[in-house]
């Protein structure tokens, strides 16, 4: 028997290693998102693919398969040793997974989506469905291969969603979702019928683009993003990259005459960069210095954007700092008056566009649709007509064009079904971890008025982002707030805040 702690210790320097090389490929992926000039794609793809085929060799060594059985049986993966067992846990789980494919499926498959990509840019652009429908149908295929390769006890969809949310199933976030569907419509027909509006028009002023950056910046660092290890660039479609410690980059667009898109993009991918930051150095390249799901991601971009970029509170601080920045665009706008503007509520067809209450919905719709198509009660040729009744049934209005319905998202066309509902636990994770917060840390939201943002900083730091992956998100949900996942706290939070907002 080999002794455990020395193989361990292999184990985590191999997969150190492992992740200095996809810190490499995050590199490259960043420069060709923002800066490379485009007659670089043809050898920046070769330099992606030359890193893809070294990383899947490193993973899959046989050498790695054998020591994760020889520490599986070992104590360090008892509940005695809880860190190591996490790191053994989370290792032999996505080895299991990436061994169950076949090679020759994977490349297929790789081959598959990137067709499909471009035929959805294409088809998105001249609103053609059927033009995408052959590559759809495909790729659901694949999916479904995927889930009984990979294996599930319930339900095929299951397979799919543990890509994005290890450990959830279909049938847990089903039932909360059903319970928030409903209590979500009631909402926003009780909106759609206030007789208070507000004036929209108040941020389609003029916002030079230098100095939005500029508040941008001060917003982001206010709340805690360090840009000594972090920098803020542009880009068309806007992410966080994350290469590891001390280098965390975000991206942003501009619009010179529309306020919220940059500013609040910035505070949402700064929450992402901020949980990335403040992840632990020490155990970088394994489990325990990696971030829990895409759920758990999203509620940290989620909570920073909404619950602190967008409350009342914060605007007390920030509102005087954007009057000095804008002074043309907000003479003669109150604090009242801009807190509403940018907490309006409004049902409409584009997801990424959608405010805090309706945004939900759009999720739900998606997690319906795509859950039908991986189990084969929906046929793809259906999904335009589905699409359309769904978004009727819960948003009260509908698209006239696929485009701006179901052809709007780039996610079926690279083969992610299963990730949609990650954004909308991410809501659902954020208002429950916050309200506990909330009733930890004294005088949260009165410190938010000052400027003050380290306290729910440190309190996350300390509860989430110092853990690195030791719990999947549902038990972590349980370890801090001490209740399961459930859908009240959101909905108290949404009620509260839009009850007062719009006079319900
Ligand atoms: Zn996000």
Redesign the pocket.
């Known amino acids: 028997m080999p002794n455990a702690q020395l193989v361990y210790e292999q184990l985590l320097t191999a997969f150190k290693e492992i992740a200095l090389l996809q810190s490499c490929q995050t590199i490259l992926g960043w420069d060709q998102r923002t800066y490379m000039p485009a007659k670089g794609v043809g050898l920046r793809s070769r330099q992606m693919a030359l890193l893809a085929g070294m990383l899947h060799a490193k993973i899959t060594a046989p050498d790695i398969g054998s020591r994760l059985n020889t520490l599986k049986a070992s104590d360090l993966a008892s509940g005695a040793n809880p860190e190591s067992a996490a790191n053994i846990r989370e290792l032999a789980y996505s080895y299991d997974k990436l061994v169950k494919l076949p090679r020759e499926w994977v490349e297929e498959f790789t081959r598959i989506k990137a067709m499909a990509q471009t035929v959805w840019v294409e088809a998105r652009k001249t609103n053609d469905f059927a033009l995408f429908l052959p590559h759809l149908k495909t790729i659901i295929d694949f999916k479904r291969q995927y889930a009984d390769m990979i294996g599930y006890d319930d339900d095929p969809y299951d397979a799919l969603l543990d890509d994005f949310e290890p450990g959830a199933t279909y049938k847990e976030i089903g039932q909360v979702f059903a319970a928030f569907r409903d209590e979500l419509v009631a909402l926003a027909a009780q909106i759609a019928a206030s007789t208070v509006r507000p004036d929209g028009s108040i941020l389609t002023r003029d916002y030079p683009v230098e100095v939005q950056e500029k508040f941008g910046k001060e917003a982001a660092a206010a709340i805690g993003f360090d840009f000594d290890g972090g920098r803020l660039d542009q880009t068309t479609h806007p992410f966080c990259s994350t290469l590891g410690p001390g280098d965390v980059r975000i991206t942003t667009r501009f619009y010179p005459r529309f306020f919220p898109a940059a500013f609040f993009g910035i505070i949402?991918e700064s929450g992402?960069g901020i949980y990335n930051q403040g992840l632990p150095e020490e155990h970088y390249g394994t489990p325990l210095g990696s971030s829990v799901s895409l759920g758990i991601?999203?509620s940290q971009?989620r909570m920073w954007e909404n619950m602190v970029g967008r409350s009342r509170t914060a605007w007390r601080h920030f509102f005087p700092r954007a009057k000095a920045y804008f002074p043309q665009a907000l003479t003669g706008v109150s604090e009242d008056d801009f807190y509403f503007a940018i907490n309006e509520v409004k049902p409409s067809l584009i997801r990424v566009e959608a405010d805090e209450v309706t945004y939900n919905l759009h999720i739900i719709l998606r997690f319906e649709l795509e859950h039908a198509l991986a189990v084969g009660q929906l046929k793809a040729e259906e999904v335009p007509a589905a699409w359309n009744e769904k978004f009727r049934a819960l948003l009260g209005i509908s698209p006239s064009t696929d485009t701006e319905g179901c052809l709007q998202d780039i996610h079926w066309s690279g083969g992610m079904i299963g990730y949609f509902p990650t954004y909308a636990l991410g809501n659902l994770y954020a208002a429950q971890l916050f309200a506990q917060a909330g009733s930890e840390i004294p005088g949260l939201e009165a410190g938010f008025s000052e400027g003050n943002f380290a306290p729910l900083r440190q309190w996350l730091t300390e509860k989430i982002y110092r853990l690195g992956k030791r719990y999947r998100a549902a038990e972590l949900v349980k370890v801090v707030t001490g209740k399961p996942l459930s859908h009240e706290p959101l909905i108290r939070y949404l009620r509260g805040k839009f009850g007062r907002l719009y006079r319900l």
């Open positions: 949402h992402h991601h999203e971009s």
